[in-house]
């Protein structure tokens, strides 16, 4: 069968808040541009708004995860003709604490850490959000498709010239089905990726091109939330709950939140930082001794999950940003690294970034000119933004964490005092892949895995409960999309070495490693149809034997509550 090819102006992959936002303003820049040209204020061609967005979820907003804290700032300057009052954030932020919590007591800090104070920001639905500028860029003219995966980079002399939608009707071992439908060539002038952390396409082109050359490499964190229902008076809508300490160690970066949602909802969850040495570390299982903990408990035992998911935070900051720009392409949001980590905020980053981007691309359309050259003018704007103020003070938080968290408090302190300086003497402070830190698994480390808790099933979870709880679906006869290159190597090294650590760093039991009862070898077999598409696996595996690719369009988890 025959390839269908399409053609466009500009194509948006992803249509998180970054990407939708690129969507919105180009729209504007452009009606405004024609308004001027048709009035004789301007000598100039009217341009057309020819602008396709794809969204690998089912439907927008499916695969957007937070019950987030959002800066309004960005979006009021996206939507200027909207009140504030009329955009569907959840409530305002009331009360916003930040507690340490060690053993079974807790204590509040009498103070707002730098850049976690939340007065003026909204609790919300980042979904709601998503399915909401969506709704804005269609009746603006977008041509909108969730369902659709960016499934390959288009290549014309070297340069990014679109990408091709991945094939369906495929069986689990690569054969075409009586329903198989190749996917769609989209060429475009100009391509926008806006996949959120560690885009499929933006990992292959940023490799390709080199656009990472002379940067910091990216780190993560790994996200574990619950949606709770909780009995009235509960938690008031609008209360921000940060903490700190348990059940993390000394040398963990990372943190809990829980946040107050109307409709007696709570939000809680668990960031961890994924440099972490442990090879037997499981984000999930920490997330559910963190609701043990009495000052957590509290809020839960007398409610009912209600909702589970997880996703990658890149943390890296301003020294990790790729370039975000080359022939044909930019990146934007998520996975341009467009999130503040002190303050745990990217939403506002992200929508900057894709208005940004839409000047950029509105430059570009205006000339015809689709070069590098031009589109540095993305940099250009970025270093005069307002995202760029928020994020060079801190550009050396999270790499001054790499050793302990007494080391990483009096480096944030050095950065205070020196603009984001620190005690680096060459201004940048390096730090390893995420990948790298993992240690080999000691006798003692086996010994205590054995011998963990079970899970009650009130207030704790296993990963397969959970996985259920976010909704997730896959079409398990199509070929795995977590591929494993050398099978080998998890048998005869990683397994023995490092004890599997697949089957603990992945927070919805996709991995798992069995032991053959004839040979008492041990193997690793995969669920995909597990997957919740938080890419931990593809940042954490030791020896970056494990590579996430799309799987079909629509297919993965339903966050449609959150």
Known sequence: MEREVIETDVLIVGGGPAGLSAAIHLSDLIRTHNEKVQKGEIKEASLAFNVLLIEKGSSFGSHSISGAVINPKTLKELLPDIPEKEMPFDSPVTHSDLFLLAGKQSFKLPFHPPYMDNRGYYVASLGKITRWLAG?????????????????????????????????????????KENYQPGTAVYSKLTILAEGARGHLTKQIVQKLGLDRNRNPQIYSAGVKELWEVPPGTLEPGRVIHTMGYPLGFDQFGGGFIYGLSGNLVALGLVVGLDYKDPTF?????????????????????????????????????????????????????SASFLSMPSLKGIHLGIESGMLAAKTAFEALRKGDYSKNQLALYETLFKKSSAYKDLRPVRNFRQGFKRNLFFGAVHFAAQLITGGWGLSPAGRLKIGEDCRHLRKLSPKKREAVRNLPDFDKKLTFDKATDVFFSGTQHDEDQPCHLIVPDPDLCRNVCIPTHGGPCQYFCPAEVYEIVTDPKTGKKDLHLHPTNCVHCKTCDIKDPFKNITWVTPCGGDGPEYEIL
């Open 136 to 176: 804005i860029a269609e009746k603006k003219g977008a041509q909108i498709f969730p369902g659709f995966t960016g499934h390959e980079p288009i290549y014309q002399k070297g340069c990014v010239a679109g990408i091709q939608t991945g094939d369906s009707g495929i069986d689990l071992h690569g054969k075409k």
């Open 282 to 334: 499981d984000p999930h299982r920490a997330f559910q001794t963190y609701k043990q903990h009495p000052f957590v408990t509290k809020f839960l035992e007398k409610g009912k999950m209600l909702r589970y998911g997880a996703k990658a935070l890149p943390e890296g900051g301003l020294f990790s940003m790729p370039q975000f720009y080359h022939d044909g392409l930019m990146i934007v949001g998520d």
